[in-house]
């Protein structure tokens, strides 16, 4: 477990939330670009027009 007592100092979490966050917020919008993407293949799929 002295793995975990290094993660959890200060200086470390200083250094290590910022980029979890950063990550974080990459992979979120990422995510919500392929599910429009999906839905917008569905619509054309299904014969609609996904720019009107």
């Not at 950063?22 to 996904?50: D, Y």
Request: proline fraction near 6%; aromatic fraction near 6%; charged fraction near 25%.
């Amino acid at each position: 477990m002295e793995w975990l007592e290094t993660i959890l100092r200060p200086e470390t979490l200083s250094l290590l939330i910022p980029i979890v966050a950063i990550v974080g917020a990459f992979g979120i919008a990422g995510l919500k670009a392929h599910h429009r993407h999906q839905e917008r293949i569905e619509k054309i799929k299904n014969g609609f027009n996904p720019d009107s």
